[in-house]
């Protein structure tokens, strides 16, 4: 088992930056790849960013350019760095992971952290 929990959520004005933050713990050496979500009010969840063990990471087309995914392997910590956020980035954001990789890859990764909310306002 793996748990996740998620931190670093907060209200922002258009344009402004983020860091959200996931610490895993349990038996994250049988993950293969981890990711994080968001879910809009009233909309259905989508993939923000996926990352690979074997280092690919894949960018909705929606955040590219815009959001960095990076992690922390010494402290098991996966971080969504967001810049020039708009208000359609507003939402929950969830990280999530997968001892499969197509499980990531098909949106339906194994482990979910409780999500933490993104706020921006124009």
């Given at each position: 088992q793996v748990?996740?929990?998620?931190?670093?959520?907060?209200?922002?004005?258009?344009?402004?930056?983020?860091?959200?933050?996931?610490?895993?713990?349990?038996?994250?050496?049988?993950?293969?790849?981890?990711?994080?979500?968001?879910?809009?009010?009233?909309?259905?969840?989508?993939?923000?960013?996926?990352?690979?063990?074997?280092?690919?990471?894949?960018?909705?087309?929606?955040?590219?350019?815009?959001f960095t995914i990076s992690q922390d392997n010494a402290k098991n910590t996966l971080f969504l760095h967001m810049n020039d956020l708009k208000p359609e980035d507003t939402a929950m954001y969830y990280c999530a992971a997968a001892p499969r990789t197509y499980d990531c890859y098909s949106g339906s990764p194994a482990y979910w952290g409780q999500g933490t909310q993104v706020t921006v306002a124009s």
């Open positions: 748990q996740l929990v998620e931190s670093g959520g907060d209200s922002v004005h258009s344009g402004g930056s983020l860091t959200l933050s996931c610490a895993a713990s349990g038996s994250t050496e049988t993950l293969r790849c981890m990711a994080w979500f968001r879910q809009a009010t009233g909309k259905e969840r989508e993939k923000v960013v996926v990352k690979y063990s074997d280092g690919d990471t894949n960018y909705e087309a929606a955040v590219k350019g815009r």
